[in-house]
Structure formats: structure tokens, C-alpha cells
């Protein structure tokens, strides 16, 4: 405005742009998108007052102020064995703080008696497949992206096999988003298949595979599997072609031409490779294009890891699929051990405590897996360390501790082991070690292990499964 003094401008510019800036800085909110951690910005924080930092554990209902539960006190539970013979066990609670225990911790629920208390028939299992009592043990290890690409799963498997033997990868599904990424495998494929999934569901008449995932070929699908130079993965032996009902789908495999039929939530075609050869092909041939799963690798005997890994989920998701696949899926391809490692996605809001939200879906996902996987031993990963940023530095976030408490309650409710990988890592601030290390063992993201660190955490996973293992069989 002409002959209006502006001095005063500058000052108000600058004004108005710093109270935009501590507004901004105000607001609770931090996320991460892959590697990348978006930094929240704390205009006071050079002058703020830091709270005394409470060292008290979320207190959960039914929990001590400590966050163990109310009968930990109590030195054994009682449960009755399979005869219906009233026994007891021991309670890990009596014996060890969960939160910082770095072995596995086994519990017994009365509903599942002593038969399915925490990993006692897994380990079982090993000690037959280590006598030559029984060809075969399987593990189905569901988790989120901390083992997409076959992190922590691929050298567990390593590390199992080198002891009590097998060959081969396991379950690999049809297509992957991360296939380009595994290196146990060699994975290739068209780009025509229809992937319905947890983020996709499929129609009513098609159920998801125990992936979460399910694929419908088009007119010119194929996939293709080769072996890699690696021991225990440099040939395919016996192959397993998963499907779901199929009215007559022609399929070739090699160019030799096979049909697909059957009624089952889950089917499968057998076949065995002439080892000699570089890999093998999937073609979709002619008839209904039938929903398939994946496809399995494996010898004759020994010890088997299949990896199910779907990024960005909770475990919740798992409600998803059917009892009649799952029960299906047992008999064709049944498991010894069902591991449930999730964490990363739950811990979104990393200052929230209170994920009660969260422990009632998963309470009636345990139940339903575990009435679906009778018989099954189940091992529950607690989260692992995840940092955040607060004000100039990382710390690990409020959370942790409040999601391992849920989760140790889940494991002690449903009578599963619990191994606490936060604990494992190293505890409180652990996450920033292996991040800002010489050789880092995780990403800048403050959340996802870089292959390095997914093999230390298979390590301390395979060590805390041999523990367990030689104190059963009275090995030192």
C-alpha cells in the first residue's frame, strides 16, 4: 500500500514462519517408509525439560505393575497329559523376567495339555529325526518383511539342515515381490498371474493359501525355479506342485504334460527331478485355470523351513484364512512347528503403549491356529528393538516393551514357547548399536535387519532351539 511503512514486514514474516515451525513440531507423528526414517522436528528441544523417564513396564489388566503376569508367582501349572492323567510343569514365570530372558520359555495351557505345552513335541520330533525314527520335520515361519527374501529363515534353515540334514528350500510360493531379492532360490515369472492375497481378496469360491497368498493363471502364466550354488540348495530332489480345487487344469512341467484335479482346499502334485537338471518350469497348458499356492523343494528325509513372509501385516491377518485349508494343508504337508514373528508393523506408532487393539484379534487367531494345527508345537518371536527419534538421538520406542508384555501374555495364555528377541538383541537401545555399528547389522530405518543382522538373529534363534534341544535329550 503506497506510503504504508513496511519495516515491520521482515519481523512479521520470520514471526509467523517460526510459530508455523513449533506448530509443526508439536504434532505426534513419526513414520518410516523403507529404509527411510522421516524425522519428526522439535523446535524446543533445546530448551525442554525432559521428563524423568518412567522404568516401570506397562501394567496390563491381569498383570503386576511389572508386567508379569499375576501367577507368576506360581512354580508349576497343571495339565493333563494324553491319557487324561492330571501332571505338572514347570512355569518359566517362576523361573525367569520374560523381558529379559534370552532363551526360549516354554508354557503349558490346561486347554492344551501336556502334549502341546510350548515346543515339547517339536523337540520330540527332532530327537526322532536325529534317531532315524521318522523321515521328516517341518517348520512354518510366518512373518512380515523382517524375513521377506528369505532373511533369518534362510540361514535357520542352513544351520538346521547342517545338523539334522535335508535338502532344499521349502515352500515357495508362485510368484513374489521380492523374488528378485532371495538368494536360496532362483524365482522368474510372467507378470499375467492374478495374485489375490490379504491386501486382494479373492472370490468367495477361492481360498487363500497358507502364504495369504493365492494365484489364478492366465492364458500364458509361467514360473520358473532354478537351484543355486549353495549347499543343500544346488538341486531340486523332490517337488511338490500345491493347488487348490481343480477340475482338470492342464499344466506342464518341463514341457511334460500334467492335469490337475481334485476337490481338496489343498491338493498336490508329486514329482521327482531328475536332479541333473538346471530347474524347472511351470506353464499354464489348457483347461480351468485353477487357483494354485506354490511349489515345494525337498529330499528324501531331514529338516524343513518354509518361509511365509508377507510385508506390511500384523499377524491378524492370519484370521483370514479358512480352518478347512489350514486342516487340509496339515495333512499334505504337515508341521511340526508353527513360528509367529511379527512386531514391526504393530509398532507404527512407536509412543503408543496400550495395544490392546491389537491382543484381542490376535488372541482369536491363536485359538483358531491353534485348533487348526492339532498337535502342533507353536513359538511365539517377541518383537524386536525398534528406534525412533527423540529430539537430536534414537531410543527405542515406548512400545517395545508394551507389545513384548502382549505378546509374552499370548504365548503363556495358549500354552506356546516365547523367545524375546528384543532381549536376544541386547535389550533397551539395542537397535541403535546394530544400526550405527562398524558393520551395521540393520537399516537406517531404525526397524528391518540388513542381511547381516537377519543371520546374527537366525544364529541366536538356532542357538536358543539347540539349547532347549540338548537340555530335552541331556546333551551338553
Known amino acids: 500500500m503506497p506510503g504504508k511503512n513496511k519495516a515491520a514486514y521482515p519481523f512479521l514474516i520470520i514471526a509467523g514462519s517460526l510459530a508455523c515451525l513449533v506448530a509443526l513440531s508439536q504434532l505426534n507423528y513419526s513414520f518410516s517408509f523403507k529404509d527411510f526414517q522421516f524425522r519428526k522436528l522439535d523446535m524446543l528441544s533445546d530448551i525442554r525439560t525432559s521428563p524423568v ?36 510343569l514347570p ?25 502341546g505345552a510350548g515346543m515339547h513335541a517339536f523337540l520330540q520330533a527332532l530327537a526322532d529325526l536325529k534317531a532315524g ?32 540334514g535335508g535338502q532344499g528350500v521349502g515352500f515357495v510360493p508362485i510368484t513374489s515381490v521380492v523374488a528378485s531379492f532371495r538368494t536360496t532360490i532362483t524365482h522368474t515369472f510372467s507378470k499375467d498371474w492374478t495374485d489375490y492375497s490379504y491386501k486382494k481378496d479373492p472370490p468367495a469360491n477361492i481360498a487363500l493359501g497358507l502364504s495369504g497368498h493365492t494365484f489364478v493363471p492366465s492364458s500364458s502364466s509361467w514360473a520358473k525355479y532354478s537351484p543355486v550354488k549353495k549347499p543343500r540348495l544346488d538341486k531340486f530332489d523332490e517337488v511338490e506342485v500345491l493347488y487348490g480345487p481343480s477340475a482338470g487344469t492342464g499344466i506342464t512341467v518341463n514341457d511334460k504334460a500334467y492335469t490337475l484335479a481334485g476337490n481338496d482346499a489343498v491338493n498336490k502334485l508329486d514329482l521327482r527331478l531328475d536332479t541333473g537338471q538346471q530347474g524347472m518350469t511351470i506353464k499354464y497348458a489348457s483347461g480351468t485355470q485353477s487357483p494354485l499356492y506354490g511349489v515345494c523343494f525337498e529330499s528324501d528325509n531331514g529338516i524343513y523351513v518354509d518361509n511365509y513372509s508377507f510385508r506390511g501385516i500384523s499377524g491378524v491377518e492370519l484370521g483370514h484364512l479358512s480352518a478347512d485349508m489350514v486342516k487340509k494343508m496339515q495333512e499334505e504337508r504337515p508341521y511340526d512347528l508353527v513360528v509367529l514373528h511379527y512386531g514391526a508393523n504393530v509398532l507404527w506408532k512407536p509412543e503408543l503403549t496400550d495395544y490392546s487393539w491389537y491382543e484381542r484379534p490376535m488372541t482369536k487367531v491363536m485359538d483358531n491356529l491353534r485348533n487348526d494345527f492339532p498337535g502342533t508345537s507353536f ?9 525412533y527419534r527423540k529430539g537430536d538421538h534414537y531410543v527405542t520406542a515406548p512400545g517395545v516393551e508394551a507389545l513384548l508384555s502382549v505378546q509374552h501374555e499370548l504365548a503363556a495364555q495358549h500354552g506356546t514357547a516365547y523367545w524375546n528377541l528384543y532381549a536376544a538383541m541386547g535389550g533397551e537401545g539395542s537397535m541403535v548399536k546394530w544400526v550405527e555399528s562398524d558393520t551395521p547389522g540393520a537399516n537406517k530405518d531404525y526397524t528391518h535387519f540388513n542381511r547381516l543382522g537377519a543371520s546374527k538373529v537366525a544364529a541366536l534363534l538356532y542357538k536358543a532351539i539347540m539349547n532347549e534341544y540338548g537340555q530335552k535329550n541331556n546333551i551338553q
Open 53 to 88: 523417564e518412567d522404568k516401570n513396564r506397562p501394567a496390563l489388566a491381569g498383570n503386576t505393575g511389572d508386567g508379569r503376569p499375576a501367577a507368576a508367582t506360581d512354580s508349576v501349572v497343571k495339565v493333563k497329559d494324553s491319557t487324561g492323567a492330571v501332571t505338572t
Open 91 to 115: 512355569n518359566p514365570d517362576a523361573h525367569h523376567d520374560y523381558m529379559s530372558y534370552t532363551g526360549i520359555m516354554q508354557y503349558a495351557a490346561a486347554q492344551y495339555g501336556e502334549d
Open 133 to 164: 525314527k521318522r523321515k521328516k520335520v517341518r517348520i512354518a515361519y510366518f512373518g512380515d518383511s523382517m524375513i521377506e527374501g528369505d532373511l533369518i529363515t534362510g540361514d535357520l534353515r542352513d544351520s538346521l539342515q547342517l545338523f539334522f
Open 379 to 387: 513359538l511365539i518371536i517377541g518383537t524386536a528393538d525398534k528406534s
